[in-house]
């Protein structure tokens, strides 16, 4: 197979998806003793969806419940055990190794923890220089090049001070800077955000998540960004999926699924932010109704059901709901309340 390009033809069965996710399963074998299999956790369970070039969609749902194993799999550190990944029309289970490092300089990833993302011992300028190299780019002049171009466009100048430093010696958001400067590099089509302000001060959360959407924007970039904060979607995404035990139980356009919520896990999460004039606004509370279920042994029907105040009786315990009811346009959701 030839290596994907975003300027290919869209995935089979959309006119304009850069990102095709269909009936995708990540499934993981639990070994305790040797070989001997103590479970499966079924950590991405039948997931669907499809994004746009251009098209900003925010992953929520609690800490355990796939977001990240998804994340993971798209950008193919963990093998799909079913369904299928199309990107730019081809379809990535499939791909060897080099066409996955050229879909992979596709796809730029800013993770969790930007001080785990960047090796202590390098000074910046090789941290940022390695993916140019493993991408062949041989001239030393257009490195610096792109790789001055990238530190200015996150904010961090005069480059050649911030590309003579270590880790260390920047500020957490300095580094989340870099993280992103390095994502940018190879000039990716989409970025997958995991969680990109929750190990960062207060402080500095809004602007990292300002400067990704100015250039999700400016450069017209797929992004997926994944987080458990509901309350930090509404004005950086276009679109939002709810995760639950590993399935996505609605999605929507941000503010249909902000204002009129469909499934009763989202309404519990939007009740988890509280009163935005209070004085711990910002701080999202647990998630009433217990713990998020176990993703080896998950709950059988609708795995919302043993928390859900709305549950039927003889009904959702036994049958899980589809994923795509439609009660309003571009709403999908998976609860029986909406059938
Ligand atoms: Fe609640 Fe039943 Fe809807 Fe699940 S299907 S969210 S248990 S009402």
């Not at 033809?9 to 998806?17: H, I, T, V």
Request: hydrophobic share 40%; glycine share 8%.
């Amino acid at each position: 197979m030839s290596a994907p390009a975003a300027t290919a033809a869209s995935a089979p069965g959309s006119d304009s998806a850069l990102l095709e996710v269909d009936g995708l399963y990540t499934h993981f074998e639990l070994r305790q003793w040797g070989f001997l299999r103590t479970g499966t956790v079924r950590a991405v369970d039948g997931v669907s969806f499809t994004l746009d070039a251009g098209e900003a969609t925010a992953v929520v749902g609690e800490s355990g419940c796939g977001k990240s194993s998804l994340a993971r799999t798209l950008l193919g550190l963990h093998r799909p055990t079913a369904g299928s990944l199309h990107f730019a029309g081809s379809e990535l289970s499939s791909l060897g190794r080099a066409d996955l490092k050229a879909y992979r300089a596709q796809v730029g990833y800013v993770q969790q923890d930007p001080y785990g993302a960047l090796p202590p011992f390098m000074e910046v300028r090789r941290i940022l220089a390695e993916p140019l190299i493993v991408h062949g780019i041989r001239r030393r002049a257009e490195r610096w090049q792109r790789i001055q171009a990238a530190l200015e466009e996150v904010g961090l100048a005069p480059a050649t001070e911030i590309a003579g430093k270590f880790p260390h010696q920047l500020s957490g958001g300095q580094q989340q800077r870099v993280v992103i400067a390095r994502a940018l590099l190879l000039r990716p089509a989409m970025l997958i955000a995991d969680e990109p302000v929750s190990m960062l001060d207060a402080s500095v959360r809004v602007e990292i998540l300002t400067l990704l959407h100015r250039v999700q924007q400016e450069h017209r970039l797929a992004l997926l960004y994944i987080t458990h904060d509901l309350s930090t979607v509404r004005h950086y995404v276009d679109r939002a999926m709810v995760m639950y035990g590993g399935r996505v139980v609605e999605q929507a356009p941000v503010d249909a699924l902000l204002r009129h919520p469909q499934h009763p896990y989202t309404e519990a999460l939007l009740s988890a932010l509280g009163d935005p004039d209070a004085a711990n606004a910002g701080r999202p509370r647990p998630v009433p109704g217990g713990e998020a279920p176990s993703l080896i042994h998950p709950p059988s029907g609708c795995r919302y059901h043993p928390r859900c105040p709305h549950a039927m009786a003889g009904r959702c315990e036994l049958e899980p709901p589809p994923p795509d009811f439609r009660p309003r346009p571009e709403h999908r959701v998976a609860c029986w309340l909406r059938e």
